[in-house]
């Protein structure tokens, strides 16, 4: 079921102004079997902007909502521990959070979206580790048996039941809070699970100036309904019970920023200097106005002209394209530049469990990345672009040409 929204997520208000326009896409998170056997949503990816009230938080979001549990089935495709930097930087979150909290043994701590239990793993044996996920059972075999998991959509109920009266000192949400229709009832839901002396909540998820900034129009997919500045997670957090002590920036998924939030009553009273210094950069960036949106919008129309016209005259030349990297933002570039399997002949993937299944909307066949790698491909573009250093400095690619499509087009011959 689709559901056009009439009123903000976060603060009710029904002025939204409509801005950016991808179209109609099929859900792009989905990795279909076959062509054309099975079933898969199709709805606007069309965002509009909580605007024209003085007391209105101005979130950028998604106009229409879409069904969880198709969106997070059986075909949902992503894993983290399959990336290499994800795995990495997973790690050094959990490095960092264990310098700013000292964790005993015993002590609780839940991951929300917890995934194959990549950032679960990386704490020590004799935690209390619960993660939490409907897409669990899905990678069960991959949790080590220290760690519990709950196959389920987040509620504090849900944590309760195997938690007790528990409260957690670490609450971890990687990649997922911009995925909820009332994010304020989920932060006050992690209020009420958060330790109350030194409980800590840290959370990332794609930052919207950002995206604006490097052209990352692959980051509006249907799962991600908000696209956060940092002075919407704080109308966020004020309502919810909760203060934010941290915030740093990162190049994770074409540009995230992690935040850090504990109880307002809690024991962290410093706010980190970052905290203010970002609030007033996104003020003097115009954020509150329309202008960025726009401009964004004309730069992402201008980027699919650009692409489309170098592979059509690469290909009237002869010149074979496939890609690397079967993914819900490469699903959102593929359709928006109508990019099918008359244009890309395969994509290469390292998730076994994608392999011989196909781009949602666009069919291209997904194959093992070996294969396309010994293939003659003139081109390989690399739908994950934002880890382009990774592409780069793999021999694996040594002597591919490779299209690097966001933030501009850029084409790279792999010389190591």
């Known amino acids: 079921m689709i559901k056009k929204i009439t009123k903000c997520r976060v603060c009710n208000n029904p002025t939204l102004i409509p801005l950016i326009d991808l179209g109609e896409q099929y859900l792009t998170g989905i990795f279909p079997k076959s062509k054309s056997g099975e079933k898969i949503t199709k709805g606007p990816l069309r965002l509009v902007k909580c605007h024209s009230k003085d007391d209105c938080c101005g979130l950028l979001q998604l106009e229409h909502s879409y069904e969880s549990a198709e969106m997070y089935g059986e075909n949902y495709g992503y894993r983290s521990g399959l990336n290499a930097s994800m795995v990495r930087h997973l790690q050094d979150k959990v490095a960092k959070i264990k310098s700013i909290i000292n964790l005993s ?13 990549t950032t679960l793993s990386a704490y020590p044996k004799d935690l209390l580790l619960v993660g939490i996920d409907p897409t669990g059972e899905k990678f069960s075999k991959y949790y080590p048996p220290h760690i519990h998991l709950i196959p389920k959509f987040f509620s504090s109920d849900a944590c309760l039941e195997y938690t007790s009266s528990k409260k957690a000192k670490v609450v971890t949400s990687f990649s997922m809070f911009y995925d909820l229709e009332d994010p304020i009832s989920f932060a006050s839901q992690i209020s009420s699970i958060l330790d ?30 908000e696209y956060y500045g940092l002075s919407q997670i704080m ?26 939030a504990a109880l307002k009553e809690s024991n962290y009273t410093h706010k980190n200097k970052s905290v203010e210094a970002l609030l007033e950069k996104e003020k003097e960036s115009g954020l509150d106005s329309l202008k960025p949106y726009e401009d964004f919008f004309l730069r992402t129309n201008e980027s699919r002209t650009t692409l489309l016209e170098f592979i059509s005259e690469k290909t009237k030349l002869g010149f074979k394209f496939a890609a690397i990297g079967a993914s819900t933002k490469g699903n959102v570039l593929l359709q928006y530049c109508n990019l099918d399997e008359t244009s890309i002949f395969a994509i290469g993937d390292v998730n076994p469990e994608k392999f011989n299944s ?26 994950p672009w934002h880890f382009r250093s990774f592409f780069e400095q793999n021999p694996l690619f040594k002597g591919k040409k490779l299209v690097f499509p966001l933030p501009i087009l850029e084409i790279v011959e792999v010389m190591q």
């Open 105 to 117: 043994a015993g002590d609780l701590v839940i991951d929300i979206g917890s995934n194959d239990g």
């Open 196 to 225: 109350p002396i030194d409980g800590i909540w840290v959370f990332e998820q794609s930052y919207m100036p950002l995206m604006l900034e490097r052209n990352a129009y692959d980051t509006i997919c249907h799962e991600h309904v």
């Open 235 to 260: 109308w966020i957090m004020d309502k919810a019970g909760l203060r934010v002590i941290d915030v740093e920036l990162n190049d994770i998924n074409g540009g995230s920023f992690s935040v850090i």
């Open 358 to 383: 196909f781009t949602p909307g666009t069919h291209i066949p997904i194959q093992d990345e070996k294969i396309i790698l010994e293939d003659a491909y003139d081109y390989l573009i690399v739908l």
